[in-house]
């Protein structure tokens, strides 16, 4: 399903299947999901490539294989009929990027979802029938037992979370703030409960999305201009960890002020263009503060989001975070619904 233009309907077009090349694997996508970003880029509040394939949640059964053997990312063989996810990217390993330790920023990168529809490269996302797979893809085989709309939604938002929970360090014994509770938010405060937070304290000034962060893991939630998360966080000691997902400007502020000595404060969520925020430099250095941002993930954040779903989908209900589903053709009412911002998020499957 092509998009071609902002908000114009997708075109279904017929493509040949690829040629494999060394390295590469193709797969029958089965299930994806409408991420935000998705959104933003079909309603054109960023700009994205056209013609492309959006959608990069997406989970898929491999059908092919090209020359070389291609591993999973621990290195295990892959087969035909292998139930897999993979990271939002391929990436070149001797890139100096990579090798400073961030892929994600590797020179060349190919995004999924992402890329201009080439002459070489037509299955670039979740929302066509295939995804063609380049060499420099962290493929990871996806236990068999997790509902595909629990499993689309790991290799961004799950494994984004993870990413930022890394840069946050060791969460056992600690108070944790999420601020804002989108699939992100609710995704952290899940993940903060499950790493042994003490506490974890959701925050929006949405009060019907605020509602679900008790049912995965926040111990306790802030509405925004209702609710006096300032004077709580005061007696409490303050935030030993904020993980930032709205992005906004006003929101960054207020969390940096309640961070406790020591505090990190991670950002996920400032990802489109904004005013500049004011941190003061003498709180941050008298309070040994730490600001950190991170942009999409490594692929160990992706191994160690799948484990995390793998082992929790029981407890917390991550499928009732997909409100509806519809067939891949009706793809059109997919990004309406998803516009509606009723759902966390939309599933598309194939048929
Ligand atoms: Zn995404």
């Not at 070389?68 to 990217?89: C, H, M, R």
């Not at 003498?282 to 942009?295: A, D, I, M, Q, Y």
């Amino acid at each position: 399903m092509v998009f071609e233009k902002v908000e114009t309907p997708f075109v279904a077009t017929d493509f040949i299947l690829p040629q494999l090349k060394t390295g590469e694997v193709l797969v029958e996508n089965t299930y994806s999901t409408v991420c935000t970003s998705d959104l933003h880029t079909y309603y054109g509040k960023r700009s994205g490539c056209t013609h492309s394939v959006l959608g990069h949640e997406v989970i898929g059964r491999i059908t092919d294989l090209g020359d070389g053997n291609p591993k999973d990312y621990f290195g295990e063989q892959l087969a035909k009929g292998d139930l897999i996810t993979w990271s939002v990217y391929a990436y070149d390993p001797n890139s100096e990027n990579s090798k400073k330790g961030f892929p994600q920023k590797s020179e060349g990168l190919y995004k999924y979802g992402h890329e201009q529809i080439s002459e070489e490269h037509q299955f670039n996302g979740g929302f066509g029938t295939h995804t063609h797979l380049r060499s420099g893809t962290a493929i990871f085989k996806l236990p068999r037992d997790i509902q595909p709309k629990v499993a689309a939604p790991i290799n961004c938002s799950h494994a984004t979370i993870a990413g930022a929970i890394r840069l946050a360090g060791d969460l056992r014994d600690k108070k944790v703030l999420v601020n804002g509770t989108g699939m992100l938010g609710l995704s952290a405060c899940a993940q903060a409960n499950y790493y042994g937070a003490k506490s974890v304290w959701a925050q929006d000034i949405r009060e019907e999305k605020l509602a679900q962060a008790l049912d995965f893991g926040a111990s306790q939630t802030f509405l925004v201009g209702k609710d006096p998360i300032q004077e709580a966080s005061v007696t409490s000691g303050g935030m030993d960890v904020v993980i930032e997902t709205s992005g906004t400007p006003e929101a960054i502020e207020q969390c940096f002020d309640l961070l406790a000595i020591g505090g990190v404060l991670v950002l996920v969520g400032s990802v489109f263009p904004q005013r500049d925020c004011q941190l003061n430099a003498e709180k941050l250095v008298r309070k040994l503060l730490t600001v950190k941002g991170l942009h999409n993930y490594i692929p160990e954040d992706l191994g160690r989001a799948i484990d995390f779903i793998d082992a929790s989908h029981h407890r917390f209900s991550f499928e009732k975070l997909v409100g509806m589903e519809y067939p891949l053709t009706q793809l059109d009412t997919a990004f309406e619904m998803g516009h509606s911002g009723k759902y966390f998020r939309i599933g598309v499957f194939q048929g």
